[in-house]
């Protein structure tokens, strides 16, 4: 089981659209349906933001977005606020009951 | 509403073992996985482990494997991780969470670090 792919750093303007890619593998990402996205602060415990690739849990906004193509995975934020400013981590189910998550390496999202 | 409060720090020693807990509260603590996930310093999440807290039935990463055990006192609603053999490198904060057969952590506490130093 081998971490997914993210970008080390992306960064855009406030009011501009970033979209983060995940990329996996056949045997996570590309079979399953069971993506989920979590942003940190700086000294925070990350929040669940997405899941199940593009859900949205309750009193997160709408403009945070998942979505997937293959085996690769995305969370798209627009309308780039100050406060979107944090590290963000992929997480996918990777097809054993056992040992059934793996992350992302997170990617540090700035905003100019 | 839901909360995960987790024990405080701690400082041990190389080869010694530490136990981690997580008391649950606003939900039913049975009807949810509860994961286990660690961050060094200025690195990733890195997931270590499940557990049902009703089977007790458990799942451990490959790297963690025969020096990781996680248990739980449904009593108290409270969860317990332990890592054996400390070395340096297991210096990092310990997080637990809320999870589902959908989603490894709805929720999460609010992290123990644990460092380990001679």
């Known amino acids: 089981q081998s971490a997914l792919t993210q970008p080390a750093s992306v960064s855009g303007s406030p009011g501009q659209s970033i979209t983060i890619s995940c990329t996996g593998t056949s045997s996570d990402v590309g079979s399953y349906n069971l993506v989920s996205w979590y942003q940190q602060h700086p000294g925070k415990a990350p929040k669940l933001m997405i899941y199940?690739?593009?859900k949205r849990p309750s009193g997160v906004s709408n403009r945070f977005s998942g979505s997937k193509s293959g085996n690769t995975a995305s969370l798209t934020i627009s309308g780039l606020q100050a406060e979107d400013e944090a590290d963000y981590y992929c997480?996918?189910?990777?097809?054993?009951?056992?040992?059934?998550?793996?992350f992302g390496g997170g990617t540090k999202l700035t905003v100019l | 509403q839901v909360q995960l409060v987790q024990s405080g720090a701690e400082v041990k020693k190389p080869g010694a073992s530490v136990k981690v807990s997580c008391k649950a509260s606003?939900?039913?603590?049975?009807?949810?996985?509860i994961n286990w996930v660690r961050q060094a310093t200025g690195q990733g999440l890195e997931w270590m482990g499940w557990m049902n807290p009703n089977s007790g039935n458990t799942g451990y990463a490959q790297k963690f494997q025969g020096r990781v055990t996680m248990t739980r006192n449904t009593s108290i609603s409270t969860a317990y991780m332990e890592l054996s053999s400390l070395r340096s490198e297991d210096t990092a904060v310990y997080y637990c969470?809320?999870?589902?057969?959908?989603?490894?952590?709805?929720?999460w506490g609010q992290g123990t670090l644990v460092t380990v130093s001679s």
């Open positions: 997480c996918s189910y990777a097809g054993s009951s056992t040992s059934p998550w793996v």
């Open positions: 969470a809320r999870g589902s057969v959908v989603v490894p952590a709805k929720d």
């Open positions: 606003g939900y039913t603590f049975t009807s949810y996985d």
């Open positions: 199940e690739v593009s």
